[in-house]
């Protein structure tokens, strides 16, 4: 059984970082593509980043890039994202995320596109 639990959210001022994780259980992830995606109220999912577990390919929201970094640990079998100088518009409930096709990770920022999902953490800025 697939498990992710995110973890690290939190009430921040504009500016600040804050980092979350994402800790995937259940199976082995190497042909996986992992993503983040956040929600407000009344939205869709939108995607933030992904990254392919083996290789490391990245790829991001035009609205985070420069600001967010994602990354995975192979050993811990966890996935990171990194945000910083975060804007209020960054709050949100952020969702990790595992697909599993085998498509260009450019064209995997759906979130009909990813299988299992993290319960959700939230991130709050404020101004």
């Known amino acids: 059984q697939v498990q992710l639990v995110e973890s690290g959210g939190g009430l921040v001022q504009a500016g600040d970082s804050l980092r979350l994780s994402c800790a995937a259980s259940g199976r082995t992830f190497s042909t996986y593509t992992m993503g983040w995606f956040r929600q407000t109220p009344g939205k869709e999912r939108e995607f933030v980043a992904a990254?392919?577990?083996?290789?490391?390919?990245?790829y991001y929201a035009d609205s985070v890039k420069g600001r967010f970094t994602i990354s995975r640990d192979n050993a811990k079998n966890t996935l990171y994202l990194q945000m910083n100088r975060l804007k209020p518009e960054d709050t949100a409930v952020y969702y990790c995320a595992a697909s599993r096709k085998q498509q260009s990770i450019v064209l995997l920022t759906s979130m009909w596109d990813y299988d299992y999902w993290g319960q959700g953490t939230q991130v709050t800025v404020s101004s």
């Open positions: 990254i392919k577990w083996i290789g490391g390919t990245t």
